[in-house]
């Protein structure tokens, strides 16, 4: 069975391009989250969307934007790049969003993004 | 808001070793709590997960945790270390509400010596 696929795996941009980040979940699986890890921390929470729908938003700036499609995959959006934006960005999905149960998210490889 | 602190940055231990890995948690009430790996390169993978009930969680690949609510911690244990253990760990939180948004600690670097 194939996990999580996220592409590009790797991309450089300059500073005040745009990118797109693509993300799909495990077949089955209704929410995605996006995560920035920048180098030498732990990763910190952008965005969670379950059935189309954002369920929740991390401490980023409205540079960042993100969907998520009807067959449940999503895409990250980062507009006007700063060099701090450079970092690996992970998309992790589950089957809901809360409840013991289901309570494992699975991880991509993620996208490694360098803004220079 | 809930934060997990990982007081370690690196630890290096020698190959059949014991090892114990240390997590402390700051939430009101009884915390999600997760560890997970990260090899070079790679994603994360769950390690074990405490929801509630037994305060000793078996995980994959030999490790286990406790946790301690008087003394806000869930450390990660393993009675002997195998090189291939070698990689970054995390200590991250949900709160206790969804497991989407987990928190997640600064990471502790493990080197494991032959």
């Known amino acids: 069975d194939a996990g999580v696929t996220q592409s590009p795996t790797h991309l450089i941009k300059t500073r005040g391009q745009q990118v797109t980040l693509r993300c799909s979940p495990i077949s089955g699986h209704k929410s995605v989250s996006w995560y920035q890890q920048v180098l030498g921390q732990g990763p910190q929470f952008i965005f969670q969307y379950y059935e189309k729908e954002e369920r929740g938003r991390g401490n980023f700036p409205d540079r960042f934007s993100a969907r998520q499609f009807p067959n449940y995959s999503s895409e990250l959006n980062v507009n006007a790049l700063l060099l701090g934006d450079s970092a690996l960005y992970l998309c992790?999905?589950?089957?809901?969003?809360?409840?013991?149960?289901?309570?494992?998210?699975?991880f991509g490889e993620g996208s490694r993004l360098t803004v220079l | 808001a809930q934060s997990v602190t990982q007081p370690d940055i690196h630890i290096t231990v020698s190959e059949g070793a014991s090892l114990e890995l240390r997590c402390n948690y700051s939430y009101g009430a009884t915390p999600y709590l997760f560890w997970y790996v990260q090899s070079p390169g790679q994603g994360l993978q769950l390690l074990l997960k405490y929801f509630s009930g037994d305060t000793l969680v078996q995980g994959i690949k030999g490790f286990e945790a406790e946790f301690k609510r008087s003394q806000s911690s869930f450390n990660l244990r393993k009675p002997s270390v195998h090189w291939s253990d070698a990689a970054e760990y995390f200590c991250a939180t949900a709160g206790g509400t969804s497991y989407g948004k987990l928190t997640f600690g600064q990471g502790t670097i493990l080197t494991v010596h032959p």
């Open positions: 992790a999905s589950s089957e809901r969003t809360s409840g013991p149960n289901t309570g494992e998210l699975f």
